[in-house]
Each structure stands twice: as C-alpha cells, then as structure tokens.
C-alpha cells in the first residue's frame, strides 16, 4: 500500500484577477497591470498614446476613468488578447489604432478557431466556464518595418518583429529614454514555448532584444507594461533574455543536427549553470522543455526517423494491442504504482496510459491516475504545466463522481 502523502494541487486562475494596479513611474508615462496584462499611456502635451489595452473591456474601462486628456493613438504591441481585448473601452476619442500588419490576420484566425482556443485557455489558464470573445477592435492602421509618430512633446518609434508572435510592433520613446516592449520580456524565463500554441522565433526574438539593447534607454517597460526596469537592470534583463534564447536555441539546433529524438533532447539540453538562478529567468509561466519543443517544431517536421511513425495507427487502436498482449490490468497498475513510489510519475503516467486508453473507464486506472498527476503538479511551478496537471486531475474526478466513486 502506497503511503505517500498526496498532496492537492491547486491551479493558477490569474485570469480572472480584476484588481488593476496603477502607477505613474516616470514623468507623463502612467500603467496599469493585472497579473498577466499591463498597458501604459504617455501624455505628450497634446493628447495621449495608449500602449495596449488590458484584457477586457470591463477592467479597461477602471483604465479609462483614469487617462487625462484626449486619447489619439492605441498602439498594440501584439495581438493576444490580454492586449487588445480591452480597446473597446478607450473609442470615445475615435483615436487610430496602430499595429504590426500581420496583427488583423490574427484576431481573423482567433474567430475561426473560437471552440479550440476556449478549450486552451481552460486548460492553460485553469479557466474551465470560459466564455471565449471574438468581439475584437482591429486597428485602423497597419505597417510592416518603422514607423514615427511625433504628437506634441514625444516621438514615438515604432518597430515590427516576429518574437512571441508574428505581430509585434515595440515602440522606442528616446526623449524619455524609454521602450515599451510588451511581452518580448516577462519577468520570467521568456514564453518561447507553448504546448498548444503555434511556434515562437527564438533567433528573431534574439535580435530584436538585441536591437533594443543597442538603445540608449533609462527604463523598459514589459508584460504589456506590468513591469518595469530601470537603469542598470534594463541592461540585466535583456542580457539574461538574449543569452538564455541564444543558449537554449543553438542547443536544440546542435542536437537536431546530430539527429538527437525529440523526447531525449528535451531531457539534453540544459540551462547554463550560471543562468540557473539568475532573477530574470525564474520558471513560472514558461519553461526549457517547452522552449525546447518550439525550436524543434520551428526547424523540424513530424517526422521522427522511426518508420512505425510516418503513417501511424490512431494511439488508441496501437495501445489496445498492447494492452491485449499483457491482459492483466493489474500488472499495469502495479508497475505504474511501483513508479510512483520511485518518485517515477511521469514514467509511471505513461506506462498507465496503455491501460487507460484500452479502457478508459477503469476506476482504479483514473484513480491511480488522479495521484500521479498530483505528484508531478506539487512541485511544479511553471503556471502552464501546472494548470494542465490540475485540468486532467479535475477531469479525472468529474469521472469517478459520476461513477460515485469519490
Ligand atoms: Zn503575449
């Protein structure tokens, strides 16, 4: 009999957070945060530019009671949703809205893959009811290279890159010293890297960090704009950033060269030892593995080099084979019992799925299950794989309700 003590794991709902925390860090530059979206306004002397727009229009509108004068121009940074979702509530001025080109092509594709992405962001956010909105604001001006706004006492640099999206237009402020960068930082280990997501740049975003670097800057502000850095440490944290990327980027290259399978080199390649605990690249949003698959997806087809695996058999039909080979269900749930007392769970998570794709309805399997993926979520800190363990577990005990097990 097991006697580890199962620990409950409790997901990460950050996005139903609705307290904004205001700011005005600098002369004329104000934000606004939320844990994962911030925006920021200048105030130019003659009218305002927005910076992003918070996730939704109820929160924005908090924003929008605070912004003095006339708003002129939005600039999106990117086109997730926790940066533009809020622009509905900042027309009132009819100011242009201003993105990267490819940004409308975005909010296009969030419409037509409105089911799926509710089903992502219930996984990855540990947001289970939400309601997906496609009511998006699309910008009235579009651009691909440099563009300059001059608006009263400011000029407003704007640059197009592909980093975290396609989209990304990072603004340059040099009478304050200033950028606003949206999410090319994030406090944390950067978010290249999500398992159910399109890839990221990785190289590109080296450079445009790079780009940023060679600025003579006092401040950047970043996650939208919920953080920011001043003097010195906006020279710390886009080192750290630029040197984890290209680490990390040039190990996944290495190993695909030397042909290196997907599930090895995810184990392979490693953070440097003395980046390990560098304060700007904390695991808690992102983390290596993933990073390691999005290289790999970005220069790598399906394809593993194992004929078994270039027209396969659905899992489920391959695994009900196994599973009739072995017969016995117990000896599965021994072994994977036996993993999860050798701190094995994730092997052991494995080895059990023969079982339960066989026979998905077996109450112990999902049981035994529900342990498993407790242990690999209680010392797991980064939020996507941490709501994703937390996701299958509630699952798994929906399941055993309905069966009037628990
Ligand atoms: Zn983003």
């Given amino acids: 009999m097991n ?12 996005l139903q957070v609705q307290d904004v925390f205001f700011n005005n860090p600098l002369k004329d530059v104000y934000t606004a945060a939320l844990p994962i979206a911030g925006c920021a306004w200048v105030d130019t002397g003659d009218g305002v530019v927005l910076i992003d727009t918070l996730i939704r229009e109820n929160v924005a509108k908090k924003v929008y009671r605070k912004i003095k004068g006339k708003i002129k121009y939005i600039i999106y940074t990117h086109g997730h949703r926790d940066h533009v979702g809020g622009a509905a509530a900042f027309l009132a001025d009819n100011p242009e809205i201003i993105a990267n080109k490819y940004l409308s092509d975005r909010l296009d594709k969030y419409k037509i893959l409105a089911a799926h992405r509710a089903h992502v962001t219930a996984v990855q956010f540990n947001f289970p009811d939400i309601k997906y909105h496609t009511n998006y604001i699309y910008p009235t001006k579009t651009f691909l290279g440099e563009m300059t706004i001059s608006l009263g006492n400011k000029t407003f640099k704007l640059h197009t890159a592909r980093a975290e999206t396609d989209d990304v237009c990072w603004v340059h402020v040099p009478e304050i010293k200033t950028a606003f960068i949206g999410d090319l930082i994030i406090g944390f280990f950067p978010n290249i890297g999500n398992p159910w997501k399109p890839t990221r740049f990785a190289l590109d975003w080296a450079k445009t960090l790079e780009e940023i670097r060679n600025l003579d800057l006092e401040y950047i502000f ?60 904390k695991i808690r949003y992102s983390r290596p593995e993933f990073f390691v698959y999005n290289v790999y997806r970005w220069y790598h087809g399906y394809f593993d080099d194992n004929p078994a695996h270039l027209l396969p058999r659905p899992e489920k039909e391959v695994k009900a084979e196994i599973f009739g080979l072995i017969e016995d269900p117990n000896k599965i749930l021994n072994r994977a019992r036996e993993l999860f007392d050798n701190d094995q769970s994730q092997l052991g998570l494995q080895i059990l799925d023969v079982l ?10 999902r049981k035994l299950r529900i342990e498993l993926l407790s242990e690999l979520g209680a010392q797991d800190y980064c939020l996507m794989s941490r709501n994703a363990w937390v996701y299958f577990i509630d699952k798994d005990k929906e399941f055993l309700r309905s069966k009037g097990e628990i």
């Fill in 222 to 281: 970043c996650s939208g704009a919920g953080i920011m850095y001043k003097g010195k440490r906006v020279y710390k944290a886009l080192n750290a950033n630029i040197e984890i990327i290209r680490s990390l980027h040039d190990q996944v290259v290495d190993y695909i060269n030397q042909g290196m399978h997907v599930s090895e080199m995810i184990h392979a390649v490693k953070v440097p030892e003395h980046l390990k605990k560098n304060p700007y690249l």
């Fill in 3 to 14: 006697d580890k003590k199962i620990e409950e794991v409790k997901g990460r709902q950050i």
């Fill in 356 to 365: 339960i794709q066989a026979d998905p309805e077996n109450i112990e399997a």
